[in-house]
C-alpha cells in the first residue's frame, strides 16, 4: 500500500497550500478543487473513516470545520458553503476529510455531478489558500 499522502502532508514531507495548521488538524486546498477555495480537512491522526476518529477528537474537528466554512465564504465571497465527508465508497484518499466547498447561487453544481475547476497555476492557488487564512 502507499504511503498517504494526507499523512505526508501533515508531516510536511509533501507539498500543500496550507489553509489552517494546528496540532491536531489540518487545512489544505483540494488539488482537484470543484470551486475555487474547495478546501480539505484532515486530522494528522491517520484514521481512514469517520467511526474511526476517537470521540475525545469529535468536537475540535468540527469546530475547525465551522470555523473553515466562515473563512472560506468569506474569503471568497460565496453565497455558502457545500460539506461533505465520505466514508469509503467514493473516498479518493483513505484518511478521513471533510470537504469544505464554496457555493453560489447557479455555480453549476448539481446533484452529484462535480465538474472540477482546476487553479490556473502553483500562484493561483497559493493567492486563494492566502485569503483562506487571513479570514481565519
Avoid at 95 to 108: A, M, S
Wanted: overall charge positive; glycine content about 6%; proline content about 10%.
Amino acid at each position: 500500500m502507499p504511503p498517504c499522502i494526507f499523512c505526508q502532508i501533515a508531516s510536511g514531507r509533501a507539498p500543500a497550500h496550507l489553509v489552517l495548521d494546528e496540532p491536531d488538524r489540518l487545512a489544505f486546498l483540494d488539488t482537484r478543487p470543484l470551486f475555487s477555495g474547495h478546501v480539505l480537512l484532515v486530522p494528522r491522526l491517520h484514521v481512514e473513516t469517520f467511526p474511526e476518529l476517537p470521540a475525545e477528537a469529535l468536537g475540535p474537528y468540527f469546530a475547525a470545520a465551522q470555523r473553515l466554512v466562515k473563512a472560506v465564504e468569506k474569503a471568497r465571497g460565496a453565497d455558502g458553503t457545500f460539506v461533505a465527508m465520505n466514508n469509503k465508497v467514493s473516498q479518493s484518499v483513505p484518511h478521513l476529510h471533510v470537504h469544505i466547498v464554496p457555493r453560489r447561487f447557479k455555480d453549476g453544481m448539481r446533484g452529484f455531478f462535480w465538474p472540477r475547476n482546476p487553479y490556473a497555476d502553483e500562484q493561483e492557488a497559493a493567492a486563494v489558500a492566502a485569503s483562506i487564512r487571513a479570514a481565519l
